[in-house]
């Protein structure tokens, strides 16, 4: 069974940053896709950004283009979601997820919630403006 636990989530300015992080423990395939998710109150779950397993091939959705940066660290199997100039309506509930043994990989996929195996509790993020 894999884990994943999120931390970094918190209360932030309007235009401030944060730095999320997801750390995925147990028996992790040697090719994943990690994902972040987002879900704001009184909406469904949307797809944020997504990492291989090695760095190579990120993804994230126009609503945060520019503004969050993906990052892996192998060796912890952590993945970082920084975001910047935060915005109040980035306030949600942000959730990683892992998709095991990914072999073939494309945003079309990437950002359908159905693709993941695993889930974490998620994290709040609220954004005050």
């Known amino acids: 069974q894999v884990h994943l636990v999120e931390s970094g989530g918190g209360l932030v300015q309007a235009g401030g940053s944060l730095r999320l992080s997801c750390t995925a423990s147990g028996p992790i395939s040697s090719t994943y896709l990690m994902g972040w998710f987002r879900q704001a109150p009184g909406e469904e779950r949307e797809f944020v950004a997504a990492?291989?397993?090695?760095?190579?091939?990120?993804y994230s959705a126009d609503p945060v283009k520019g503004r969050v940066t993906i990052s892996s660290e192998n060796a912890k199997n952590t993945v970082i979601l920084q975001m910047s100039n935060l915005r109040p309506e980035d306030t949600a509930v942000y959730y990683c997820?892992?998709?095991?043994?990914?072999?073939?990989?494309?945003?079309?996929?990437?950002?359908?919630?159905?693709?993941?195996?695993?889930w974490g509790q998620g994290t709040q993020v609220t954004v005050s403006s």
């Open positions: 990492i291989t397993w090695n760095g190579g091939i990120t």
């Open positions: 997820a892992v998709k095991q043994y990914i072999i073939i990989v494309s945003e079309v996929l990437a950002v359908r919630e159905s693709l993941y195996d695993y």
